[in-house]
């Protein structure tokens, strides 16, 4: 039998999380936290200033997010749930890993160049920076699972790159962690536009479903969800509407696609989006009213979030003395 997984992953503090971050990443950890030993869940919020932010609302939208992910069950007696900031080795080991991370890998990575495109003032180096940020935030855990959705897989090949590489030059000491992602629901698309990632950037209203949404707004974006001219409830190629919708019904009722298929051949498409909507609802209804109970006493949520820093800590503190002691520096410093 192989070890229990040590899972690491990072959440960004938007407070409008949507379906496509609740089944693809959201859903895995809650269900990682059953598996990892320990399972470590970060809310990024030294990744959040890479773009252009409001240093009030930063603080109110990491509040958001520690609620989200606490009503979407992830449970502090189970699992590390903290906040970036609060733990300094972050920040330290990011500069250390710099040495060993190739600025042209950086220059490659997709996101960098979506996201530098979009700026309209500044495209800072902490957006350049990104990535290494993020291979510290893993690799000070030793992790050896990383949960994301889809879009970060280039992300999780650069820091598995900049493990080797730190391995080779100093000395065997980091993990080379795996990327794991859902089967099904790594990519949930945008329901007005099915070739197009829900995403929180460039969102079409009508398009995302967001987890705190009214049972009657989800209704009603699923009823105009863009299908196809054809009649048929079946993935394909040129079914991007229905496949996606299809992808989501699955999800939320736990079954796989083939049982979704199996179950409406020969219904039409209207009766099929009013089941996915429902589906949706029972999926997120639940963590909604939950959230309304969360949300509002801050002081737990802080509290919460200082005890898994004291955790998080424990544990990256003396990777990164060693890190220090490899590379050429005293292991802690004064
Ligand atoms: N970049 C990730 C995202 O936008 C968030 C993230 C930051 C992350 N650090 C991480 C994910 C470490 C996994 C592991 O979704």
Redesign the pocket.
Known sequence: MSAAPII?????PTGRKHLGNYIG?IRQYVEGQERGEPAIF?I?DL?AISVAYDPQELRERVYDTTAILLAAGLDPARCILFRQSDVREHTELTWLLSAVTSHGDLNRMHQFKDKSARQRELVSAALFYYPVL?AA??LAYRATE?P??DD?RQ?VELMREIARRFNERFGELLVVPELLIPEVGARIMDLQEPERKMSTSNASEAGTVYVLDEPEAIRKKLGSAVTDSGREVLRGEDKAGITNLIDILAVSRGIDQAAVEAEFAGAGYGDFKKAVAEGVVELLAPVRERYAELRPDEAALEAVLAAGAEKARAIAAPTVAEVREHMGFVPAPL
Do not use: K, L, R, Y
Request: proline share 0%.
């Open positions: 690491f992953s990072g959440i960004q990443a970060c990024v990744h993020m935030d893993v990383v994301v959705g970060q992300h």
